[in-house]
């Protein structure tokens, strides 16, 4: 290690002189988006939202008739909708806006259905274009969780094969832009740990889709209370279920990293410590902790860390942090791991990065701190898609840190990524 931290220091003081930190160029590829609840109108509208820090919001969610495929938008939902659109329009720069379609909950069964059905799939096609033309939106996410069979991941490759041919076929008649089209996907390429195996067509997705949104958290929760977990893990040393193992497993079936969005938690999962002397990642735990079901926003994690005076411990075996108050156990990721994360999606050359969801930060502390981690300028020069990646990141780790706001306080975490790019990419 002491090795490491010489050359990187030494490379760092080589940047300085050649003065290859380009950080105002080429942010404009770079996607930094966020999914906006639309049942939290009440406590955070869409104004509340600080847009100097994203490109492209999500409004979550819409779903269609269940017989009819189309989408019978009420009035009240048809105000929210002209109130987002037009709200993060006017920003400056103006942000782009997608309606995301279906969510965690909804629409899995009507999915299933619609898109075994090549009239259906039409029907369903044509309304999605017309909602999103009706109140100004850019594009169009679907979030189908999950397809559950290999037929049902065929099917999906078939709609996104029809919907992008529409959306172009729309777009030359009316002369606009087209649609963005993108999708909220598993965290990796294939349902390895089911029991029905089944693979995203990968074809069919890096053809018709702008990008998808990785949805690299939710590994551990509610569904299992014998231990505490690390969801969002960047690592985990005993199993596959990570965001590193998940996001190259798209590359390695040829997904384009230039359209590979990873996701980041704005929110954590809390569970009860079986002996509060024992609150490592893993834990023995006995059931759920503070949160409805187990779930805090991030700044609901961080009232409690003051609330409780707890004790906030970065697990760097899989980039994650937990706090922990008596028997109250949280995992979770704060500007710290966050960044940690958005270093590697850089190392990996990805298009950018996603929150679920824009509520849970809402005083900006990790939006603020990972925007500082400029994304594009690294990838857009394209070092990453060569074979060049381990060499590129040593070049670049320091050059992301010193313009960081947090400048110094990372060296720890770059000899911990170049580390990791040493024996992952
Ligand atoms: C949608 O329709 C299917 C059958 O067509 C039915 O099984 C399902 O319960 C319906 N779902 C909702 C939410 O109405
Ligand atoms: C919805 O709005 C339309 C047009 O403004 C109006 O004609 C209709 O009566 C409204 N429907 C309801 C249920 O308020
Ligand atoms: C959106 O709704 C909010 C809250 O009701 C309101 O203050 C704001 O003026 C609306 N904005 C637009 C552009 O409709
Ligand atoms: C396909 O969908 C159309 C329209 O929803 C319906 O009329 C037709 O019966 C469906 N076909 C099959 C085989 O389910
Ligand atoms: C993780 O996946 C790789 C193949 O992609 C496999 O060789 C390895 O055994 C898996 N590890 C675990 C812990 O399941
Ligand atoms: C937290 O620490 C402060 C200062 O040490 C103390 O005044 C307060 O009572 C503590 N709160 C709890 C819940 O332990």
């Known amino acids: ?202 074809g069919s997705v890096s053809e018709n889709l702008d990008w998808i949104n990785a949805m690299c958290y939710d590994y551990r929760g509610s569904w299992d209370t014998s231990a505490t977990g690390a969801q969002a893990a960047l690592y985990d040393p005993k199993s596959n279920v990570s965001t590193s193992y998940g996001l190259r497993s798209w590359i390695k079936a040829g997904f384009p990293r230039k359209k590979l969005i990873m996701g980041l938690p704005l929110y954590g999962r809390s569970w009860e410590l079986k002996d509060p002397m024992a609150h490592g990642v893993g834990a023995p735990a006995v059931g759920l902790g503070p949160g409805e079901l187990g779930v805090m926003t991030y700044s609901e994690v961080e009232k409690f860390n003051r609330e409780t005076n707890a004790t906030v411990v970065y697990d760097s075996a899989t980039i994650s942090t937990y706090s922990v108050a008596g028997t109250s156990w949280i995992g979770y990721d704060d500007i710290r791991s966050t960044t940690v994360k958005i270093l590697y999606a850089q190392a990996l050359g990805l298009r950018g990065y996603f929150f679920w969801a824009v509520h849970g930060d809402h005083e900006w502390k990790i939006s603020k701190a990972v925007d500082d981690v400029d994304m594009m300028q690294l990838s857009s020069h394209g070092f990453f898609e060569t074979r060049l990646g381990t060499s590129a990141m040593l070049c670049m780790s320091p050059c992301i840190a010193s313009t960081s706001s947090q400048g110094q306080a990372f060296t720890n975490e770059l000899v911990w990524i170049i580390q990791l790019c040493l024996y992952y990419l």
């Open 1 to 202: 290690m002491a090795g490491l931290k010489a050359y990187t220091l030494s490379i760092f003081a080589i940047l300085s002189l050649t003065n290859s930190c380009v950080m105002a160029s080429s942010r404009s590829q770079a996607v930094r988006g966020a999914y906006w609840p639309s049942w939290a109108f009440d406590t955070f509208p869409p104004s509340a939202i600080e847009t100097s820090l994203f490109t492209h919001i999500y409004y979550a969610f819409l779903i269609p008739n269940n017989v009819t495929y189309k989408f019978d938008i009420t009035n009240s939902t048809a105000l929210m909708l002209v109130n987002f659109t037009s709200t993060l329009h006017s920003s400056n720069p103006p942000l782009k806006t997608l309606f995301s379609i279906g969510g965690a909950n909804d629409g899995r069964e009507l999915f299933s259905r619609m898109s075994s059905n090549s009239s259906s799939r039409k029907v369903f096609i044509d309304s999605t274009i017309e909602v999103a033309r009706n109140f100004g939106f850019d594009g169009i996410d679907l979030d189908w969780e999950f397809p559950q069979t290999q037929d049902e991941m065929d099917n999906f490759g078939l709609l996104l094969h029809e919907w992008r041919a529409e959306v172009k076929k729309e777009a030359e008649a009316t002369r606009r832009a087209p649609l963005l089209l993108s999708a909220a996907t598993y965290f990796a390429v294939d349902f390895f740990i089911d029991k029905v195996y089944r693979s995203y067509p990968v």
